[in-house]
């Protein structure tokens, strides 16, 4: 005689897949007698995390630019400029009182990473999208960014 299989409960693999998603995990097994239900999920795209600063950054002095007119150009248009691709808080440092990843003048490649957004708890960082120098620094560290915000110009 030949042993049936195991009946499989459809009810308890979705709850395990609700698990899943509820908890971040990317696998779960659970067994009972000799059967097992394992449910697994392709792990969502890595991003960089960078642990939180422990203290907030010093104030760093506002970054001297030029005397401009009454209404400021539309910087967004400027073809060397990096826009924010996310909403978040920037940071120009890797950590708090770290030497700046870019500054004024610094000649920079392609993805070389200007500065990092944190967004729900996850350090991004943002790369060059080509090489030049970094002509004009527009955000202050720690400062609330929005998406397509101004960054930095790039020439």
Do not use: F
């Amino acid at each position: 005689m030949k042993d049936k299989p195991p009946i499989i409960d459809k009810d308890l693999i979705r709850e395990l897949a609700d698990l899943l998603t509820e908890t971040g995990l990317t696998e779960i097994e659970v067994g009972q007698g000799d059967t097992r239900v394992r449910v697994a999920r392709a792990p969502t795209p890595a991003t960089v995390s960078v642990p939180l600063p422990a203290y907030a950054a010093p104030a760093r002095p506002p970054i001297e630019m030029p005397e401009s007119p009454a209404e400021p150009p539309d910087l967004s248009d400027h073809a060397g400029t990096v826009t924010s691709p996310m909403v978040g808080t920037a940071y120009r440092a890797p950590e708090p009182g770290g030497r700046p990843y870019v500054e004024i003048g610094d000649t920079v490649r392609e993805g070389q990473t200007l500065l990092i957004i944190e967004a729900m708890k996850t350090m991004n960082q943002i790369p060059a999208p080509r090489a030049g120098t970094v002509m004009r620094v527009l955000i202050e560290d720690g400062q609330p960014v929005e998406y397509g915000e101004p960054l930095m110009i790039i020439e």
